[in-house]
């Protein structure tokens, strides 16, 4: 099938290269010219596992092109995907302009009939106000344009693999015809018959089919939005039970994997630490937010759940301030800057803030992440960057762990120790053993966690209730 997708951020660029890696001819379009430049010279304008051989393979058998011109663009394909972003607004409505924008597109440059597919995030109801913005803006043309929602739950540093071996499809749907064509679409994601996977060097595991679950257009934006605030009503139910079980001597570690046993419960998403981040999470809470207060429903529940992650940063610090006790003029290095390992995504990354913080304090800041480090350097072009983490640690008064990089845990943490002016680290992702670290000279600091002595001198200090007396 014939393809366009309009915007080539994370979404666009994932779902094109996946959609030709599929067997579609796919157009690719975005109206940042300079991305398209990348993309022309064969790199990328982000890092994803995986996409650069998908871009470069799939360009080469013809089946994916890049082009700034979006009229061009909007001509290929019989079907286009909008994966263009809705960031934030000041008052947490999401930016709809884009999309807006699309439509204008779409409605003024077709020749032909189109799908008109929506994988941005977007509000419940915006495939209507979509599908009447192409009708007004398309209102002389001879074409018929019908209107799809098929939200996206791709994760950052795991976009391709979820892209082609999904739990679920989702396709809201108005009409018959446009259910039959996103069911072609997908037709060999849906039976498992890849032409390849590069994910897995074509030995996929064995997992059942994805299910596809067809519903209305306003159910289908709702499942996206309810879907990822419940994943951050998860975290942070996790990072309050982090602080319950540090002011009482517990592990929080040891409590989210007895809850996660349960099958009602489960493991994923209960992992405690500095908060949620990135591009999808804080924004798509505040939207939904927004959304209901708009409606008149009570959300008290998802304010909670943001008000829990905003604190995270704080407590981090308070905790980092009872170890050094002033944060002026101490030399602290900061280890990941990625919202998320095997990203280079910093949008809403906790280590940001945590920057900002002790800049604030008049601390001296080093930095090291294996793939955020420019993205950083735009942001806070003066503090320290760091060619690794062993350069970053020397002379450190501290380190803060912020990002859980697989490979931090693989460091030789007995050489960090010995380099450090003081071997302090405050894991802020409980990604390191305490007890090695205490072993190879280690003052530790994880979330939700105390050390036995901690823990004991905590029971100590802690008022009998008078019952008990
Ligand atoms: C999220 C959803 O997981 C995807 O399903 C969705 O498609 C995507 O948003 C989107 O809307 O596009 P993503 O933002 O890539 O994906 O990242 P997550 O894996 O959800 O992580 C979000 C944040 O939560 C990260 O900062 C991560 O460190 C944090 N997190 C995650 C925790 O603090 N604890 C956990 O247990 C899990």
């Not at 700034?68 to 947490?92: K, Q, S, Y």
């Not at 009708?135 to 074409?143: A, C, D, E, M, T």
């Not at 007995?414 to 390191?432: F, W």
Request: aromatic share 6%; glycine share 8%; hydrophobic share 40%.
């Amino acid at each position: 099938m014939r393809i366009t997708v309009l915007g080539c951020g994370y979404v666009g660029l994932v779902t094109g290269a996946c959609l030709a890696e599929i067997g579609h001819s796919v157009v690719c379009t975005d109206n940042d010219e300079s991305k398209i430049d990348i993309l022309h010279q064969g790199a990328l304008p982000i890092y994803e596992p995986h996409l650069q051989e998908i871009v470069v393979h799939n360009v080469a058998a013809k089946r994916l092109s890049f082009t700034a011109d979006l009229p061009e663009a909007v001509r290929f394909g019989d079907v286009i995907f909008i994966c263009i972003g809705t960031p934030p607004l000041h008052n947490g409505d999401s930016d709809l302009s884009g999309i807006d924008g699309a439509a204008r597109l779409i409605a003024q440059e077709s020749r032909s009939s189109k799908l008109v597919i929506e994988k941005s995030t977007v509000p419940v109801q915006s495939g209507q106000k979509l599908s009447r913005a192409l009708g007004i803006y398309g209102r002389n043309s001879q074409w018929s344009f019908s209107v799809a929602s098929n939200p996206e739950f791709l994760r950052e540093g795991s976009a391709v693999l979820d892209f082609l071996h999904p739990d679920r499809i989702v396709i809201g749907v108005g009409d018959q015809g446009s259910q039959l064509l996103l069911r072609e679409i997908y037709r060999p994601i849906l039976r498992q018959e890849l032409l390849r996977c590069p994910v897995h060097d074509d030995d996929c595991p064995q997992k059942n089919p994805p299910e596809l679950l067809v519903t209305s257009i306003n159910s289908a934006e709702l499942i996206k939005h309810a879907s990822n605030s419940f994943l951050a009503l998860k975290i942070s139910y996790a990072n309050l039970i982090a602080d319950i079980c540090e002011s009482m001597g517990a592990n929080v570690e040891e409590v989210v994997r007895g809850m996660g046993l349960d099958p009602r419960i489960g493991p994923a998403f209960l992992k405690a630490g500095i908060g949620f981040g990135g591009f999808c999470l804080p924004k798509d809470v505040q939207a939904f937010i927004r959304l209901g207060e708009k409606v008149g429903v009570d959300v008290s529940l998802l304010k909670d759940a943001e008000h829990i992650n905003r604190r995270r940063i704080e407590g981090f610090l308070a905790k980092a301030a009872h170890a050094l006790w002033t944060f002026k003029d101490k030399h602290i290095g900061i280890l990941g800057l990625a919202f998320k390992p095997n990203t280079d995504d910093i949008r809403f990354a906790p280590a940001m803030e945590l920057i900002s913080r002790l800049l604030e304090e008049r601390a001296h800041v080093s930095v090291y992440d294996p793939q955020a480090m420019d993205k950083t350097r735009a942001l806070f072009p003066s503090i320290r960057y760091c060619a690794d983490p062993y350069q970053l640690a020397d002379g450190a008064e501290a380190l803060m762990l912020a990002t859980e990089w697989a490979e931090f845990k693989e460091l030789d943490w007995a050489r960090i120790s010995r380099l450090m002016q003081r071997p302090l680290v405050l894991d802020g992702r409980n990604l390191l053993d305490r007890s090695e670290m205490e072993r190879v000279g280690f003052e530790y600091h994880g979330v939700g966690v105390l050390s036995t002595a901690e823990a004991e001198a905590r029971c100590a200090a802690m008022p009998l209730s008078p019952g008990a007396r």
